[in-house]
């Protein structure tokens, strides 16, 4: 039985894609609850201010949110910077269910200082060993189960399945039909993901994917 | 006679014509008058009877007297694509040296080159496009509209005589569509009623908080004759320049000498009030942290970024400097949300965007300048010299450590995603801010290219960064162009995604080579729309993320080639796939603008992110399905 982990090419931006949209989307609906504060005279600014009491704006309908609770981060050393740093245009959520290798945690991380995520040089390094050993490969993921997929007999049948499946279901393996160029542009990013396949297995693994699910190979892009 | 009157009352002729009309039809003098009163529209009595702005009194074609009115008011340049209707406007620039016509090609180019020009100018872009063209200049209108920019659209409507008739491309009362994103629209009534309309439409689409304005004329008021005023436009430009409640200044004052860890955040009304330096000094006297200005809406960078008290984007929780307990904020509608435990302050000069979304603890409508100017005086008058250095040493001291650290992290990844032999985006950054002049107006038209910009410095003596609130794409080649034509000296770069550019289309270029426009234009090709498909696997999560089918973001299939497209317009380019050809490259666009010529880098940079290895998509034959091969 597998376990159906979130895709490991999830991970790849999701974390990006979540903090574009914390850049630009728009504000919470206004603080209905705390009303007009009532007239003022010039030169006063209210003792309690309603900014103290009130909750984080709500975000609008319609707004991307990371649905369900925030879940608590496995303890670890560099999850208080994780904990805090990344969850100030997000939740942790989103990066919960993801799985990758420490040198596409460290692409995503670095993906992140761009767009605003406060980390330090002198700890990135922990935050990205972190996110590696919490959300590596292989990592359960307590989430709903891959639809049952038997793929098809062939040599390199067991070698797809064991570098594959370690991150996501191998129903999307046979769901499209790809080209070679597009396997092979597939198996190199996965194996960057963290997909522990060595040079002679991926060149079986994508004999095998070519194989079973292949197209015609188009014109070169 | 009677034709005469229906003349007057369907076309609103001149006064003068009509009295001359009724007198040679055998009229008494005082009935001439009185039925010339009756018939004559208000606007155009007052105007007839010489308003006190009038400069001059001009008997021409409704045409000339649009043009006329907008020379007056200083107006330099109009963006333009025409239609038969509109003839009268154009025919009046034959003979008209003051009035610098620019032709796009497409109406959404009109609009933005006309965008462009205003941002960078301060002036209001004047564009006139067709009335059937209106929808497609609109997409770009909606940039114009949210971040505030001063444009007069104008179009030939279908004429009085005959509107409504549901004749070929008339559609019943096309200024109402403009209502959502027009300051003002509204549609002429009279031909010698026009100078008075431009004019009012002039000083709606200046007066800040600025805007777009919508004017329409019908055709046959263009092209019939009156004798009008045309006006003093200066005299109906109001000061907004409103100054903050002294009461409230002394307030904030103390409060800001007296804060622990107060925080400011800038936006575009900084930019657009012209207060870099004041809110730059402001920050200074108080060592105050200064966030903001990058996304949620902002299209200016009016902060030097890489100034140390500069910490980087807003957000309501920060790490960085942890709990604010005085936010003040310059006229940034994105940063104007409360953080916890901290008294928000908020300076706009939009009234409308003031404590529109969020609660605000003091609420100020002012210049921002002049707000940033008394507060400075207070805050001086209020404490010693050397207190005040006192308290802005220390609290600057642990924002410039923060801010040194920033710079450290972005060269430590600079340099570790500099290798490969794909372009990535980050070295993309690293050889334009190594290979553009410091003074150079950088035009962002880009999605996930955004993560460039932190890697480039914006403001002060740094590059100019301008760019869109709304992100609405294919804005970015012609915005180039305007703020090129607004700013000839300097040098002007476009930076547009592979989908933006497609948005927009080649047409903008097409503008750059007839006009000899200098710039260098830069696509992003990734051969996908990146973000958006990362956003709809991501956010979405849905069957196109669980089958690892693209179903509508990658733009490959057929390969777009930005240099031969740029080359069939009239803009010599050149395709960059190698890392180690950027640096020569972008120096071959440098040596084109200094030669007075546009430059087109088609720059294949790698995909990122979720299915960014995919190149698959819903593909289908409409030849296969033939029966008959024609
Ligand atoms: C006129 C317009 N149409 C559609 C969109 C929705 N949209 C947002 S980003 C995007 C794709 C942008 O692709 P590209 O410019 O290549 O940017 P990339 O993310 O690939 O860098 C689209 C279609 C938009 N913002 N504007
Ligand atoms: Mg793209």
Known sequence: MKKYLVAVAFAASVLAIVSVHAQTSPQGPEGAAQGQPGARTPGQVPTTTPAAQAPSPAPPPGAFQQA????????????????????????????????????????????????????????????????????????????????????????????????????????????????PDQWKRIVDRMVFFGSPLSDDQQKTALAYLSAQYGAPQTAAK | MKDLIKQAL????????????????????????????????????????????????????GGTLFTQQLKDAGVEFMFANPSTGDGPIYDSLVNEPGIQLIKGIQEGAVVAMADGYARLSGKTGVCGIANVGLPNGMTQLVNTYKDNIPVLMVVAAFGTDVAGRDYAQDYDHQEPMMSPITKWFWMAESTQGIPDVTRRALKFAATPPSGPVFLSIPDNLLKAEATAAIM?????????????????????????????????????????????????????????????????????????????LFIGGFQSTMRFPGEVDIHLNMGDQGAERPMKGATLISIRSNPTGLARANPVDLGMVSDIRLAA??????????????????????????????????????????????????????????????????????????????????????????????????????????????????????????????????????????????????????????????????????????????????????????????????????????????????????????????????????????????????????????????????
């Open chain 1, 68 to 179: 369900g609770p925030p879940g608590a981060l496995p303890d670890g050393d560099g999850k208080e910077i994780v904990a805090v740093a990344c969850t100030q245009c997000h939740g942790p959520s989103v990066f919960m269910q993801l799985r990758m290798g420490e040198a596409a945690w460290k692409n995503q991380v670095y993906d992140m200082v761009l767009r605003g995520a406060q980390i330090g040089p002198d700890e990135i390094g922990r935050a990205i060993k972190y996110m590696a050993t919490a959300f590596g490969p292989g990592v359960p993921f307590p989430g709903p189960q891959a639809p049952a997929v038997t793929l098809a007999d062939g040599a390199g049948k067991e070698i797809v399945e064991g570098g594959c499946a370690l991150c996501h279901g191998l129903d999307r393996i046979a769901v499209a039909k790809r080209a």
């Open chain 2, 232 to 308: 003093d436009q200066k005299r109906f430009t109001v000061s907004m320049k409103v100054r903050p409640d002294h009461a409230d200044v002394m307030t904030l004052a103390k409060m800001l000498i007296e804060a622990k860890n107060p925080i400011m955040t800038v936006g575009d009304e900084v930019t657009m009030g012209q207060a870099e330096k004041d809110v730059l000094e402001l920050a200074e006297l108080l060592g105050l942290t200064v966030a903001g200005q990058g996304g949620q809406g902002n299209w200016s960078k009016p902060f030097p970024t890489r100034h140390p």
């Open chain 2, 373 to 630: 100017r008394d507060i400075i005086d207070a805050v001086k008058g209020m404490a010693t010299k050397e207190r005040l250095k006192q308290i802005a040493d220390d609290r600057s001291a642990r924002t410039r450590d923060y801010h040194a650290s920033q710079v450290k992290m972005r060269e430590m990844i600079a340099t570790d995603l500099n290798s490969g032999s794909e372009i990535k985006m980050e070295r993309l950054a690293v050889e334009l801010e190594a290979g553009l002049e410091k003074d150079t107006i950088y035009v962002s038209d880009c999605d996930s290219g955004r993560t460039m910009d932190p890697l480039l410095s914006w403001g002060g003596a740094d590059k100019t960064y301008i760019s869109t609130g709304p992100n609405i794409l294919g804005w970015g080649v012609a915005a180039a162009t305007g703020a090129k034509l607004a700013r000839p000296n300097r040098p002007v770069v476009s930076c547009v995604g592979d989908g933006s550019m497609l948005f927009g289309g080649p047409q903008p270029l097409w503008s750059q080579a007839r006009y000899n426009a200098p710039v260098t234009n830069i696509v992003v090709n990734n051969r996908s729309y990146n973000n958006e498909r990362n956003r709809i696997w991501s956010f979405i999560a849905g069957q196109q993320f669980k089958t690892g089918k693209d179903m509508l973001c990658y733009n490959g299939s057929p390969d777009v080639d930005f240099a031969k497209a740029a080359q069939a317009f009239g803009v010599e380019g050149e395709v960059v796939k190698d890392p180690a050809q950027l640096k020569p490259a972008i120096a071959r666009a440098k040596k084109a603008n200094v030669d007075g010529r546009p430059y087109m880098l088609d720059i294949n940079v790698a995909r990122d992110g979720v299915g960014a290895a995919s190149t698959w998509y819903p593909a289908y034959s409409i030849a296969d399905q033939r029966t008959r091969k024609v």
């Open chain 2, 10 to 61: 369907d076309n609103g002729i001149s006064r003068r014509k009509l009295m001359k009309g009724l007198g040679a039809a055998g009229l008494g003098a005082t009935a001439v008058k009185t039925l010339a009163d009756t018939l004559t529209p208000a606007t155009a009595r007052a105007a007839d009877a010489g308003p006190v702005s009038a400069t001059r009194t001009i008997t021409a074609q």
